[in-house]
Every structure is written in C-alpha cells, then in structure tokens.
C-alpha cells in the first residue's frame, strides 16, 4: 500500500487476476508529466516511440507483466472530431500500448451519445474495483487525483459502459485522426 494508504495502480495492477480495463472520455489533459512530450508533437509533428524514453519504461513493464500473466487490458476512448492535437499525439502514441500487450479501441463521441456513461474516466479492475481518475477543469489531476468505488452498482455501471463502448468503438489499426 502506498504511504497514503491509497493503493497505488501498480499495486491495483499486481493484484488483478482476470481483466483491467480503461476507458477515457477527455479530449485534453492537461497531465504535467506529459506536458514535455507533448509540446514537442505540436512543435515537430513526431512522438517519440522509443519503449526506453521517459515514462515507458515502468508503464509498459507493467502492462507485459499482467498480460503475461494472463490478465486482459482493453482501453477504449471516447473523442469528439476532428479530434483535439492531445488525441492526435496520443493515437499517435498508442503503438507502444498495443506492443505491450493492451487492446485500444476509438469511439467517435457522436456514437456515444445513447450509452450511460459515468462521470469521470475510470479503471475497472477484475469487475470489482473502479479507480476513477479525477481531473481539474484545465485537465490536469485534481487533489485528490483518484476515487475507488467496490459498490456493486457503480462496478455495474462502469463494466456495463465500457462494454457498450468497446462493443461499438473501432480498433486502433483501423481508426484515422
């Protein structure tokens, strides 16, 4: 447990035994760890595919360690079009995800409109924990950044919604910005 006695991802992570899926429904961050990154996509048009650079390493350790395990991760996203320069450079950046082992799916926002959808982005571990991933209005992490919800109606909701979206959402292979 981490010191706040918040489970960290990782730790969510290392104990999810069957599925861990993410579905995300901004269209911008405004996240400080990317911020770098970023600005250098809008700048030269390129993101920088190298598994070793920055964050990659640890995240995608992550992820091949629980697919390697057996353990599915799907991310879906939902986005509004033409889609805002944060989703270019993170379609752009996706291979890395999929590489590692995660499924990625793209909704056009327009084909979203009839499925009930929480509030906030979320991770659902093992259809039985929901992290949600709480933002400010700029779209950077609120404080407290994250709330978890073991209820069994808010899991419903939340697997019911993620796959209602996956079911109409467009593999990342075949989805153009």
């Given at each position: 447990?981490?010191?706040?006695?918040?489970?960290?991802?990782?730790?969510?992570?290392?104990?999810?035994?069957?599925?861990?899926?993410?579905l995300?429904?901004?269209?911008?961050?405004?996240?400080?760890?990317?911020?770098?990154?970023?600005?250098?996509f809008?700048?030269?048009?390129?993101?920088?595919?190298d598994?070793?650079?920055?964050?990659?390493?640890?995240?995608?350790g992550?992820?091949?360690?629980?697919?390697?395990?057996?353990?599915?991760?799907?991310?879906?996203?939902?986005?509004?079009?033409?889609?805002?320069d944060?989703?270019?450079?993170?379609?752009?950046?996706?291979?890395?995800?999929?590489?590692?082992?995660?499924?990625?799916?793209w909704?056009?926002?327009?084909r979203?409109?009839?499925?009930?959808?929480?509030?906030?982005?979320?991770?659902?571990?093992?259809?039985?924990?929901?992290?949600?991933?709480?933002?400010?209005?700029?779209?950077?992490w609120?404080?407290?950044?994250?709330?978890?919800?073991?209820d069994?109606?808010?899991?419903?909701?939340?697997?019911?919604?993620?796959e209602?979206?996956w079911?109409?959402?467009?593999?990342?292979?075949?989805?153009?910005?």
């Amino acid at each position: 447990m981490s010191q706040s006695g918040v489970p960290s991802f990782a730790e969510l992570l290392a104990g999810t035994r069957r599925s861990a899926v993410h579905l995300e429904m901004r269209d911008a961050y405004g996240v400080g760890d990317e911020a770098e990154e970023f600005e250098q996509f809008k700048r030269t048009g390129h993101v920088d595919l190298d598994p070793t650079a920055r964050w990659w390493p640890g995240w995608l350790g992550m992820v091949r360690e629980a697919v390697g395990r057996g353990v599915v991760m799907r991310r879906a996203r939902i986005v509004s079009e033409p889609v805002t320069d944060y989703i270019r450079w993170e379609h752009a950046a996706t291979p890395l995800n999929i590489e590692a082992g995660e499924l990625v799916r793209w909704l056009p926002r327009r084909r979203a409109v009839d499925i009930a959808l929480p509030g906030a982005d979320f991770w659902l571990f093992d259809d039985r924990l929901v992290q949600f991933n709480i933002f400010t209005g700029d779209g950077d992490w609120a404080d407290p950044p994250k709330e978890f919800s073991e209820d069994p109606a808010v899991v419903k909701l939340c697997s019911d919604a993620f796959e209602a979206v996956w079911e109409r959402a467009v593999d990342h292979e075949k989805y153009t910005v």
